[in-house]
């Protein structure tokens, strides 16, 4: 997990992990006081060097359909769908 701290608060936040191939970046967020001033972006490029680093070659992510700014996002920072299926499976009840 990397961070972006502003005035000793956590304002920025990405969590990413790989299995030595694919790296997956699981949440990217960033307090909506500091939002559109490129720290998102600035998250994201330190995920994906870590990745690098960790020997990752491509960088996968989940976004709910619904979700439309975080759709775009991504997008502005080089995203683009990928034609594949999520299949899930609740373990409980």
């Given at each position: 997990?990397?961070?972006?701290?502003?005035?000793?608060?956590?304002?920025?936040?990405?969590?990413?992990?790989?299995?030595?191939?694919?790296?997956?970046?699981?949440?990217?967020?960033?307090?909506?006081?500091?939002?559109?001033?490129?720290?998102?972006?600035?998250?994201?490029?330190?995920?994906?060097e870590?990745?690098?680093?960790?020997?990752?070659?491509?960088?996968?992510?989940?976004?709910r359909?619904?979700?439309?700014?975080?759709?775009i996002?991504?997008?502005?920072?080089?995203?683009?769908?990928?034609?594949?299926?999520?299949?899930?499976?609740?373990?409980?009840?």
């Open positions: 997990m990397l961070g972006i701290k502003k005035d000793g608060e956590l304002i920025g936040t990405v969590m990413a992990g790989s299995d030595g191939h694919r790296g997956w970046v699981y949440y990217l967020t960033v307090s909506t006081a500091h939002q559109r001033v490129g720290l998102g972006s600035e998250l994201m490029r330190a995920a994906e870590w990745l690098r680093e960790k020997g990752a070659v491509k960088v996968q992510l989940m976004v359909s619904e979700n439309e700014p975080a759709m996002f991504y997008e502005r920072v080089g995203y683009e769908p990928s034609d594949v299926n999520v299949l899930s499976r609740w373990l409980s009840g």
